[in-house]
């Protein structure tokens, strides 16, 4: 279980000092704060992320400076359990945190006088973040597939298993290479394809090193949501609202075409807990605005919050009926969408004609891919 956040501010008259922390009983230590603090300011000491292993502590942070130049030098520092790593929740996850985290900051630097209010606000978006972050560890087997499209890692392991196996060593090596990041454990990232089954590892005769071989693919996208549009057909939930709904349905998808943008965009969605379960939800049936389920300690604001937001990237659509009563429709489910890696064959044979693969990697890659085809 994650820990908490640990924020702490730089400045030249009184060094490193805590300025929040919860929850409030989490136990700081200045040393360590300090040691993290090094971490950002060697080299240039600009902006950016850090991940820190803290022994005594027995914590792994993930840590965001806002940089020597900026006005106020906050560190954000995300403590989790020595096993966790930021990767595991998703980077554009985290980012989005401290971005809203630095909002909050920026306000009570703006506002002196509601100081202790915005404080409790901070204090309950950094309580609420970390129950979502909790979540995130329990996702579905579609969206552990768009925590891996979301994170630009993520995409690039994908992309480099695309052209042929390679050794951890290898991918590891490359990926640092294309991401200029130093990545301290490329096992965290393998995880995720791994427990989707995108990814088997496996033991050549004669390597030194374990071989990853891509057996599935997958992209993120929209689809028509079948079970709504079959139900349309029969008159449900009422012949008017039905046929409207057929006529958004078809006219969006007469004019959809995939693009990574709004992959990107869609993936956002899926791996919010919040968010996507109201998608899985309105995959089963329509519901009028004013009925739909609510989970336990969301007020109807919240949901309509969500809802406007799923709206906004037309993935769901309010409909008016003829007493004027609104109406929510799934119009796009999204989802990941699984395929056989055929042009694998091609690359593989390639490579091997190259003289960049092996045969005995070729041939045991061909195998496992046979054995999924057959299944």
């Known amino acids: 279980m994650t820990k908490g956040y640990v924020i702490t501010n730089w400045t030249e008259n009184q060094g490193i000092g805590v300025y929040l922390s919860y929850p409030e009983d989490l136990v700081v230590d200045l040393d360590d704060m300090m040691r993290i603090f090094y971490a950002h300011i060697t080299g240039a000491g600009e902006a950016g992320n ?6 005594k502590a027995r914590s792994n942070v993930s840590s965001y400076f806002t940089g020597m ?8 520092n995300f403590i989790m359990e020595l096993g966790e790593d930021p990767e595991i929740f998703g980077e554009a996850v985290l980012s989005e945190i401290n971005q809203n985290i630095l909002f909050y900051l920026k306000s009570i630097s703006q506002n002196p006088s509601n100081r202790l209010d915005i404080t409790n606000e901070l204090k309950n978006y950094i309580k609420n973040s970390l129950t979502y972050i909790e979540r995130l560890k329990n996702l579905t087997k579609e969206q552990v597939m768009a925590q891996i499209y979301n994170s630009e890692k ?3 392991i994908l992309e480099i298993l695309q052209e042929k196996p390679r050794s951890k060593k290898d991918l590891h090596s490359l990926l640092e290479e294309k991401t200029g990041k130093f990545i301290p454990n490329i096992d965290i990232l393998l995880s995720h394809f791994v427990k989707t089954d995108l990814v088997r590892q496996d033991w050549i005769k004669g390597d030194p090193d374990i071989s990853l071989f891509l057996l599935s693919d997958f992209i993120i ?8 549009i079959d139900d349309a057909k029969k008159g449900v939930p009422n012949a008017y609202l039905a046929n409207k709904y057929l006529e958004i349905v078809s006219s969006y998808f007469s004019n959809y075409t995939p693009t990574e943008e709004d992959s990107l965009k869609i993936a956002g969605h899926m791996i919010n807990p919040d968010v996507f379960d109201y998608v899985v939800l309105f995959r089963e049936k329509s519901y009028p605005i004013n009925k739909v389920p609510r989970g336990p300690g969301e007020t109807f604001d919240k949901v309509k919050t969500f809802l406007a937001t799923l709206e906004a990237d037309n993935i769901i659509k309010i409909i008016k009926d003829q007493s004027d009563v609104e109406w929510i429709f799934l119009v796009t489910d999204i989802t990941a969408l699984v395929f056989y890696p055929e042009y694998l064959i091609e690359n593989i044979r390639k490579a091997v004609s190259e003289d960049i693969l092996k045969k005995e990697s070729a041939v045991r890659h061909l195998e496992l891919l046979e054995q999924i085809y057959k299944k």
């Open 154 to 156: 993520g995409r690039l």
């Open 50 to 55: 850090v991940l820190v292993r803290l022994e």
């Open 221 to 228: 996208a929209r689809r028509p949501v079948n079970k709504l």
């Open 69 to 76: 130049e900026s006005e106020n030098q906050f560190i954000i």
